[in-house]
Nanobody, 126 residues
Framework: QVQLVESGGGLVQAGGSLRLSCAAS????????MGWFRQVPGKEREFVAA????????YYADSVKGRFTISRDSAKNTVYLQMNSLKPEDTAVYYC???????????????????WGQGTQVTVSS
């Protein structure tokens, strides 16, 4: 069983930065693709970023490209989301997720992910 625990959320002013962390339990973490998603009340959970097992391939939603960076540290069983130049529209609960079906690539489709964290709130004030 894989457990994912997010941290690093909070309140920040527009233009500021936050770094989210997702700590994973279990040895399976190092073998599979990981993703970050976000959700606001009343809307679908949307893709933010994903990374393959090695960290060599990364994928981003157009809305965050150039501002957010996903990375992973397999020695620490942790995936990160560095968020810069934050905007009020980035306000959401952010979730990390693990996809057991993929190693060398990653997907933007939330139904492809098997394990999810509990989420961490990010609020960007204008």
């Amino acid at each position: 069983q894989v457990q994912l625990v997010e941290s690093g959320g909070g309140l920040v002013q527009a233009g500021g930065s936050l770094r989210l962390s997702c700590a994973a339990s279990g040895r399976t973490f190092v073998s599979y693709a990981m993703g970050w998603f976000r959700q606001v009340p009343g809307k679908e959970r949307e893709f933010v970023a994903a990374v393959n097992w090695s960290g060599g391939n990364t994928y981003y939603a157009d809305s965050v490209k150039g501002r957010f960076t996903i990375s992973r540290d397999s020695a620490k069983n942790t995936v990160y989301l560095q968020m810069n130049s934050l905007k009020p529209e980035d306000t959401a609960v952010y979730y990390c997720a693990l996809d057991r079906a993929r190693r060398n690539s990653a997907t933007m489709y939330r139904y492809d992910y098997d394990y999810w964290g509990q989420g961490t709130q990010v609020t960007v004030s204008s």
